[in-house]
């Protein structure tokens, strides 16, 4: 009967219980965001998604706000983390073609990050302005770590320097954003697989951005390690900010 209190008043266990519940209620959110989008989305459907109290919901997050910005972050962990695993199977996807090809397959498969990265108002509402205005935000850590990765892609001899880090960062955003959504601007003969899409994409990323002629394996592989290094503070960072979003 004492090892069940005990068991019962286990703070790891009340912890594990409590981590448990909080995935289930933004599993039950990132379903009805996609559903019905941010604004129609209210804290009683989430709970009537999630099988929790309404009150359960207000012991994690103190607002609905605070609950879609904990999904947001949730979802660029996971897209790092998967993003993180293919530098590292290949070095060549360091490199920008390579990167922005990689980026654009994990985006196109994650409808919220997807929306995210190209502003979609009609999911996130009033989150996309509110995570733009807040440079502690994950969308100001990337773009820092954007200008970090193509200022050390240009030191290194790896990214074409006729043209500013500023400008390139203006055309990569550009160009895959265009991508994105050439769809809906095509007609059904025009458009093509996803597949021939991501190696369209990487060519023309390839040709605008990347030097003409053999580039040093050696310095690929530097260039690798450094990076991965620097992810990982930031990949860090936006585990920091989730935590305490979840315990906020």
Do not use: C
Request: proline share 4%.
């Amino acid at each position: 009967m004492a090892d069940q209190e005990a068991g019962e008043n286990d703070p790891q266990r009340e912890r594990s219980k409590r981590q448990v519940r909080a995935e289930r209620i933004l599993d039950a959110a990132a379903t009805l965001i996609q559903r019905w989008g941010y604004n129609k989305t209210t804290i009683d459907d989430i709970a009537r998604q999630a099988g929790v109290a309404k009150g359960t919901i207000y012991l994690h997050w103190k607002t609905r706000e605070a609950l879609f910005i904990a999904l947001l972050t949730r979802e660029y962990l996971t897209v790092m983390q998967d993003f993180r695993q293919r530098m590292l199977d290949d070095p060549e996807n360091i490199l920008p073609h390579g990167l922005l090809k990689q980026a654009f397959l994990l985006s196109m498969s994650r409808p919220l990050i997807k929306a995210m990265l190209l502003g979609d108002k009609n999911v996130l509402g009033e989150l996309v302005r509110r995570d733009h205005a807040d440079p502690t935000s994950v969308t100001w850590q990337r773009i820092a770590f954007a200008v970090y990765y193509t200022e050390l892609l240009r030191s290194k001899g790896l990214m074409r320097t006729d043209v500013s880090a500023i400008e390139q960062i203006h055309m990569l955003t550009a160009i895959a954003t265009g991508f994105m959504v050439a769809d809906q601007f095509l007609p059904d003969e025009y458009q093509v697989p996803l597949e021939e899409s991501v190696e369209m994409l990487a060519k023309t990323v390839r040709h605008t951005f990347e030097p003409d002629g053999p580039l040093s394996l050696e310095k690929v592989q530097e260039v690798q390690g450094i990076f991965i290094q620097h992810f990982d503070q930031l990949i860090e960072a936006i585990k920091e900010r989730f935590q305490k979003e979840a315990e906020a």
